[in-house]
């Protein structure tokens, strides 16, 4: 069983930081691909923030470059989203995404969060 946790959500005004945390647990044999997304309020479809491959290659949403920052710690199998300079905007939950291959078993699944509460008050 696999599981995946996020944590470091809050509330924050424009301009403050927060940094997002992933940790990813059970029977992981290795992780691929992590992605952060989120929905925002009254939106149905969760949008890409950034993601990470296992090599540390990066990509970001246009509209969080240069202010996000995604990172991994592959001995901890959990990936960071530090968030500076907060907007408005950026008010939703946030999920993380896995793509990750579990012992015993051939081939990558895809794993989600329960998701973080993240809400910057103007």
């Known amino acids: 069983q696999v599981q995946l946790v996020e944590s470091g959500g809050g509330l924050v005004q424009a301009g403050e930081s927060l940094r997002l945390s992933c940790a990813a647990s059970g029977d992981i044999f290795s992780i691929n691909v992590v992605g952060w997304y989120r929905r925002g309020p009254g939106k149905q479809r969760r949008e890409l923030v950034a993601?990470?491959?296992?090599?540390?290659?990066?990509n970001y949403a246009d509209s969080v470059k240069g202010r996000f920052t995604i990172s991994r710690d592959n001995a901890k199998n959990t990936v960071y989203l530090q968030m500076n300079s907060l907007k408005p905007e950026d008010t939703a939950v946030y999920y993380c995404n896995a793509d990750l291959r579990r012992v015993g078993l051939r081939g990558l699944r895809d794993y989600w969060g329960q998701g973080t509460q993240v809400t910057v008050s103007s």
């Open positions: 993601t990470i491959t296992s090599g540390g290659s990066t």
